[in-house]
């Protein structure tokens, strides 16, 4: 499985966007890059995913570099309920998500 | 309404010991997994079933064993308990991800709020 890298922590003020970086040199043409995060003591939760062009959904925006080799998670306007472990995960054609590290997310009032 | 639900929440239990844990999903999904998350919070993948057919079966011991009664229930049973097998586990389901036209569909996993094991 291709790998991804992402900070270890990352901080920032409610009502601000934040910004979470994922590079991923290694990608292969069909891997699709997913964002996942783990609120604290619950199972994680899907966020949003996308190939090659930028996506936008209500949680979230994820842009993606032109050569895909490295990609963004934007949360528009960061609250308490947004601090989370984020995990950008590249995933190919079968069923599985490999899980890394993640970015710890957090949220000050 | 429970998407994904998990029994029991907290399992607590002498090394040795047989356990089961419960995974039932009400989202109409045909895919199911187990996966296990240690206490260094990395979360790795042990199993998947398709239709009640195993198809992914990761570098898991033998003695933890899937099941999966229908498509809406994946149990897992864990014989002969050791001190490692203390992790949270959580279930997820998702449709069978379809690929068309060069774009993913309905893959997304949906989580269960985990079960705490500590073996003791």
């Known amino acids: 499985d291709a790998k991804t890298t992402q900070p270890n922590s990352m901080e920032s003020n409610e009502e601000e966007p934040v910004h979470l970086p994922c590079n991923h040199s290694t990608i292969s043409g069909t891997d699709y890059i997913h964002w996942y995060r783990q609120l604290p003591s619950q199972g994680p939760e899907y966020v949003i995913h996308g190939l090659t062009s930028n996506v936008n959904n209500r949680m979230a925006s994820l842009a993606i570099a032109e050569d895909r080799k490295s990609s963004t998670l934007i949360l528009h306007r960061a609250t308490l309920r947004d601090a989370a472990v984020y995990y950008c995960i590249l995933r190919g054609s079968n069923y599985k998500l490999t899980f890394g590290k993640g970015t710890l997310l957090t949220v000050n009032p | 309404d429970t998407a994904v639900s998990q029994t029991p929440k907290y399992l607590v239990t002498q090394m040795g010991n047989d356990k089961s844990i419960k995974c039932e999903q009400n989202?109409?999904?045909?895919?199911m997994y187990w996966y296990k998350q240690d206490s260094k919070k990395f979360l790795k993948i042990m199993f998947s079933y398709n239709n009640k057919e195993l198809i992914i079966n990761e570098t898991v011991p033998n003695r933890f064993s899937p099941k999966s009664p229908d498509k809406a229930h994946l149990n897992l049973h864990i014989n002969s308990l050791e001190l490692g097998d203390s992790a949270v586990y959580f279930c997820?389901?998702?449709?069978?991800?379809?690929?068309?036209?060069?774009?993913?569909?309905?893959?997304?996993?949906?989580f269960g709020p985990g079960t705490r094991l500590l073996v003791l």
């Open positions: 989202l109409g999904h045909d895919t």
């Open positions: 997820a389901s998702s449709h069978t991800p379809l690929a068309s036209g060069g774009r993913m569909f309905r893959e997304t996993q949906y």
